[in-house]
């Protein structure tokens, strides 16, 4: 039996507590069908005084100022439904949903997987500009007539500049919008950062499919055009995947300071991680092959908590710092529990512990994590088919315990998070079969811990001002000490 924290006795103590709801206005998503878009276009369109947020069909009036020259980038949720593009942007108070026209008949096509990205394309004139990409693809329902099933992958708004605020750019991207023909059925839709032969380093799309083959798009120097390139050049893990026909189910990617790493699920239960260089060079590979499909993977960081209740005069905020930084993935599979593997880059696939009773709620299929308690450490979430959320913390190097547990009416799909409606705390966003969840975080726990954070700022200022103060002190002391000659022999 696995050990438990129980903060679900009262309203009061529970980790979140759900706000909205939004239901998909035609039939279902599908488990790849939300994702995190982060932009630095700024928003123009006001939030509902009443809560719940407002829904647009189409922009109900044009931007009435100039838009901001610089604006720091924020984060917002773009959800699918079966034949539906909705955006949940975020705004201050509350957010707004947006429900995008993609030109998609509904019950002839149906969208599988989406992703959504900003980058930067060179103009006409030889500038600058900034771009929106939207990712889709689909599926044609078959029927009687046409029993074979065509599949697509649609590129919005790749060869148009985008408009001044968001919204205008969502709205618009239906404009402009390439389609590739994919002979197998696609899965997750991804994007990465490359550097090409040119020595440029452009945003690139992965597309998992059946076939076995992770497809690579690359948007051409010539042209708006996204063109196939060999996934292998970029990526070894991937091209060996290829060659033997590994067909991946889930891919995560994870930059930091020293390189990349790459983690990829297969429907056979393979799981290979590939660590890359900042040069983009793979230094190490791993690989082993789990009992069952794997539905998710999630590389993350974990460092020892911070807080004021560890910290004393004597302790070093940088031994502290340095005393656990790990990078660990956490793979959730059909059938089995959900692994967390510690220290991948130091030990590969070495060091494994399972979650207790992720198993009990029928199959996982996504994961997250997210400092659920604002202690420094990063919480495990998984979300499976059974309607059950689970976040574990870990206890102990090796051990995780369920800190909370919630159930929903439908399964669970996808776990993000984001401040979505900017009152400086990451809301939990859960996308189930049929909608939409928004969970607030406990603000009771919010305010505490942030008191607990202010004062101790307030004794660090004053720890900073005593050595300051002893240090002036010293140097003083050393102006008034009188060296005398030594006598010469």
Known sequence: MAQRLNLQADDENTLFQETHFSRYGYERTNIFGSVILETSLPTYLECAEEFPSTRYDSLPYP???????????????????????????????????????????????????????????????????????VCITTAERSSEENPSTNYELRIYGGSRKAAPYLEQTLFNIVGACQLIKVDSAPMQLNHVSVKQIDGNTRTAILLSSTDGIVHMYCQSSESDNFLEL????????????????????????????????????????????????????????????????????????????????????????????????????????AVERAIIYHSVPEVGLQ?????????????????????????????????????????????????????????????????????????????????????????????????????????FAERMKRRVYNLLREQQTRREMENFIVFEDQPQV
Request: net charge negative.
């Open 230 to 333: 060999d996934v292998g050049d970029y990526f070894p893990i991937l091209g060996k995947m290829a060659e033997q026909r590994q067909s991946v189910l889930f891919l995560d990617i994870y930059d930091h300071d020293q390189g990349r790493i790459l983690c990829a699920g297969g429907q056979n239960g393979e799981l290979c991680v590939g660590v890359y260089n900042l040069s983009g060079v793979e230094t190490a590979s791993y690989s082993t092959r789990l009992f069952s499909p794997i539905s998710s993977v999630k590389i993350y960081n974990s460092r020892s908590p911070i807080t004021p209740d560890i910290l004393n005069d004597g302790d070093s905020i940088d031994r502290i710092l340095q005393d656990e930084c790990d990078t660990n993935i956490v793979v959730t599979c």
């Open 351 to 455: 060091n494994a512990v399972v979650l207790p009773e992720s198993s009990h709620y029928d199959s996982v299929l996504c994961s997250h994590v997210m400092d659920v308690d604002w202690d420094g450490q990063n919480e495990i979430i998984i979300g499976t088919y059974g309607k059950q959320i689970l976040i574990y913390k870990k206890a102990s190097p090796n051990s995780y315990f369920i800190l909370w547990q919630r159930q929903f009416s439908y399964p669970i799909y996808r776990v993000v998070h984001l401040d979505i409606n900017h009152d400086g705390l990451d809301e939990l966003i859960v996308t189930t079969m049929y909608g939409v969840h928004i969970l607030q975080p406990n603000l009771k726990m919010a305010r505490a811990q942030l008191l607990r954070v202010l004062e």
């Open 63 to 133: 931007p009435t100022r100039e838009a901001p020259t610089e604006t720091k980038k924020s984060k917002h949720l773009l959800s699918i439904s079966a034949s539906e593009l909705n955006a949940f942007v975020a705004c201050n108070g509350y957010w707004n949903g947006l429900c995008i026209p993609l030109g998609i008949e509904t019950g002839k096509l149906e969208i599988i997987s989406v992703d959504a990205f900003e980058h930067v394309i060179e103009d006409n004139l030889g500038g600058l500009a900034k771009n929106m990409v």
